[in-house]
């Protein structure tokens, strides 16, 4: 077993916690959006539009957006060391077994970086 293998798990729950939570706070955001969009002719203030909450989303989509970077680039260097020590390798059979692992990790860090081209829409 290649140990590598569990931080493939790790990473591919980092990225589905990721993914549900943009989703989820994108969702917020496009809401508050609508609201100012719809209320754009009038006195945003006067009308009771959350700036505050506006704010607060806009910062977490930040803070979500350097999570995600971070992720990804701790997978890729996971991939980076996992590869070095693949060099060492004499069994074609664990080989085998370390490219797989090598296949997972590099899907996840992909992954994750796909979640930060998400982020970075949102600040449209």
Same mark, same amino acid.
């Given at each position: 077993?290649?140990?590598?293998?569990?931080?493939?798990?790790?990473?591919?729950?980092?990225?589905?916690?990721?993914?549900?939570?943009?989703?989820?706070?994108?969702?917020?955001?496009?809401?508050?959006?609508?609201?100012?969009?719809?209320?754009?002719?009038?006195?945003?203030?006067?009308?009771?539009?959350?700036?505050?909450?506006?704010?607060?989303?806009?910062?977490?989509?930040?803070?979500?957006?350097?999570? *995600?970077?971070?992720?990804?680039? !701790?997978? #890729?260097?996971?991939?980076?060391?996992? %590869?070095?020590?693949?060099? &060492?390798? =004499?069994?074609?059979?664990?080989?085998?077994?370390?490219? *797989?692992?090598?296949?997972?990790? !590099?899907? #996840?860090?992909?992954?994750?970086?796909? %979640?930060?081209?998400?982020? &970075?829409? =949102?600040?449209?």
């Amino acid at each position: 077993m290649d140990p590598f293998s569990l931080l493939a798990i790790v990473a591919e729950s980092m990225f589905l916690e990721t993914s549900v939570t943009i989703n989820k706070v994108l969702k917020v955001l496009s809401f508050m959006e609508h609201q100012v969009l719809l209320a754009a002719g009038g006195e945003l203030a006067e009308q009771g539009f959350d700036f505050v909450g506006l704010h607060n989303v806009s910062k977490h989509v930040i803070y979500l957006k350097e999570g *995600s970077h971070a992720a990804a680039a !701790l997978v #890729k260097h996971l991939c980076e060391g996992h %590869e070095r020590i693949m060099e &060492r390798v =004499s069994s074609p059979e664990r080989l085998e077994l370390m490219r *797989s692992v090598q296949d997972l990790l !590099l899907h #996840k860090s992909t992954l994750l970086e796909g %979640e930060g081209v998400q982020y &970075r829409q =949102s600040e449209r």
